[in-house]
Nanobody
Framework: QVQFVESGGGLVQPGGSLRLSCAASGSIFSIGGMGWYRQAPGKQRELVASISRSGRTDYVDSVKGRFTISRDNAKNTIYLQMNSLKPEDAAVYYC?????????WGQGTQVTVSS
């Protein structure tokens, strides 16, 4: 089965930027829709952004205008460009299919937003 490996997280000051990457061990084109999800301490995991096979994107209201999801089917990789980061964006970020499948959850990458 396909495995996802997220990277690119780290510590950033409020207002800063990060670019997350998610490398898949198999074809994301075959999977179809992909998404970035996040889970903050004490909160449920939530969908942040999704992208269809054709490239149509959608975002949760709290990140619209600040985050951009993209995909490179040839590289089996999806990205999340995060700008103007806020403390409330701090979480572990995961990629998965959209809708998600439990078998695809990886380790995620930690994003910390703090001055």
């Amino acid at each position: 089965q396909v495995q996802f490996v997220e990277s690119g997280g780290g510590l950033v000051q409020p207002g800063g930027s990060l670019r997350l990457s998610c490398a898949a061990s198999g074809s994301i084109f075959s999977i179809g829709g992909m998404g970035w999800y996040r889970q903050a301490p004490g909160k449920q995991r939530e969908l942040v952004a999704s992208i269809s096979r054709s490239g149509r994107t959608d975002y949760v209201d709290s990140v619209k205008g600040r985050f951009t999801i993209s995909r490179d089917n040839a590289k089996n990789t999806i990205y999340l460009q995060m700008n103007s980061l806020k403390p409330e964006d701090a979480a572990v970020y995961y990629c998965n299919a959209f809708p998600s499948f439990s078998v695809y959850w990886g380790q995620g990458t930690q994003v910390t937003v703090s001055s």
